[in-house]
C-alpha cells in the first residue's frame, strides 16, 4: 500500500530564517506531487505541483519554491521565511483522475 | 474562472440529528467530485467521490452525496450523525482535462456535532 510522509510535523522559526519541509512517497511510481497550505481558518491553497522528477509548477507567487530531485520526494523551502508563511502546509500526491492522498501535514509557526 | 462554493462555514448540530454541507461548483465541462474529511491537525482523507455512473454515491463513515449536474452541485449528507463526525469537510473539483491532476477545494464546511 502506498504512504506518504512529512516532516517535521512542527516546526517554529524566527521571520528571516530558511525553512525546509520534506515530503516522500512510497508503495507508488511516477506520482503527482502537490504543497498546500492551509492557513488558520481557511481552505487550501495549492502552491506547487509536480508531475515528475525537476518539473515544477508554482500557483502562486511568494518566497517559497519546490524542488523535486528524486521521483518520491518533494521539498518545499524558503530562503528567509516571513510571518505570513505561517500556517499548516500538506503534501499530496495523485494518479491522474484519482482522489489525492494527503500527508499528515507539518505545522509551521512563524515568529 | 473555476470555482467551487461552500455554503456554510459552519454547521452546529445535535448528535443523531441529520445534516447536509453543501457544495457548488463553477463549470461548463464535466467534473470528477470529492469530499474530504480533516480532523484537527490532521491531513485531508477522502470520504467520497464522483467519477461517472450513479449520482447517488456512498462513502465512509455513513456519508452520502448526490450529484446535480442541472445545479452543479455536490451537497453530502448523513442521516444520523456521531460526535465523532465533528470535523472539518472539504468539496474539490477536478475539472476534466486540467493538467497533473490538480483539484480545486472550497473553504471548507465545519460541522460540530453537539451531545
Known amino acids: 500500500s502506498q504512504t506518504i510522509h512529512q516532516w517535521p510535523a512542527t516546526l517554529v522559526q524566527p521571520v528571516g530564517s530558511p525553512l525546509s519541509l520534506e515530503c516522500t512517497v512510497e508503495g507508488t511510481s511516477n506520482p503527482n506531487l502537490y504543497w498546500y497550505r492551509q492557513a488558520a481558518g481557511r481552505g487550501l491553497q495549492l502552491l506547487f505541483y509536480s508531475v515528475g522528477i525537476g518539473q515544477i509548477s508554482s500557483e502562486v507567487p511568494q518566497n517559497l519554491s519546490a524542488s523535486r530531485p528524486q521521483d518520491r520526494q518533494f521539498i518545499l523551502s524558503s530562503k528567509k521565511l516571513l510571518l505570513s508563511d505561517s500556517g499548516f502546509y500538506l503534501c499530496a500526491w495523485t494518479r491522474l483522475d484519482n482522489e489525492q492522498f494527503f500527508g499528515p501535514g507539518t505545522r509551521l509557526t512563524v515568529l | 474562472a473555476q470555482s467551487v462554493t461552500q455554503l456554510d462555514s459552519q454547521v452546529p448540530v445535535f448528535e443523531e440529528a441529520p445534516v447536509e454541507l453543501r457544495c457548488n461548483y463553477s463549470s461548463s465541462v464535466s467534473v470528477y467530485l470529492f469530499w474530504y474529511v480533516q480532523y484537527p491537525n490532521q491531513g485531508l482523507q477522502l470520504l467520497l467521490k464522483?467519477?461517472?455512473?450513479?449520482?447517488l454515491v456512498k462513502g465512509i463513515n455513513g456519508f452520502e452525496a448526490e450529484f446535480n449536474k442541472s445545479q452543479t452541485s455536490f451537497h453530502l449528507r448523513k442521516p444520523s450523525v456521531h460526535i465523532s463526525d465533528t470535523a472539518e469537510y472539504f468539496c474539490a473539483v477536478k475539472y476534466q482535462g486540467t493538467n497533473a491532476g490538480k483539484s480545486t477545494f472550497g473553504d471548507g464546511t465545519t460541522l460540530t456535532v453537539k451531545p
Open positions: 464522483y467519477l461517472s455512473g450513479s449520482t
